[in-house]
């Protein structure tokens, strides 16, 4: 029953979730809660892997969500569920782009999907810092590096992968 699950949450995921791999993360915080396959610690651990390693965010995640809860086989559903939307609405896409990529209201259904997507990561920012507000070294690394993003302007992974190498640091040090 759980591959039933699987693939019928992150296909909901691959479906719903428009703005990239990031735009996941309210989606898995529910499922979180929901079916109890990770927990926010969890979460935490898998966009920082996901965010590392190599291929899109979503699936990242999808894949190691899959693999804690339902092991390899588990892994190739939530993977296949997260991107068949995608697949399916890339050919539909291709089949009638020409004939409406100056269209107004298609315009402005993906014009109101921008600021919707960033609404949605905010939110789940704000829930991560606020979760993280009693841990010294997180909020420390986090206003260093937020006052150097605005400095110096370096691409997000920049800082991504200097975090993710600090927090490994520390957790190693830590533990």
Known sequence: MIFVHLFYEFFKIGLFSFGGGYATIPFLYHIGEVYGWFSGADLERMIAIASVTPGPVGVNMATYTGLTSG?????????????????????????????????????AIIYGLKPASCALLASVALEMIISKANDLYAMVIFVIFLVMSFMTKKDPLFYLDITGLIGLIIFLVKS
């Not at 539909?92 to 209201?105: P, Q, T, V």
Request: proline share 3%; charged share 15%.
């Open 71 to 107: 092991g390899l086989i588990g892994s190739l559903i939530a993977t296949t569920a997260i991107t068949i939307p995608s697949l399916i609405l890339i050919v539909i896409i291709s089949k009638i782009l020409k004939k409406f990529r100056e269209n107004f209201y298609v315009k």
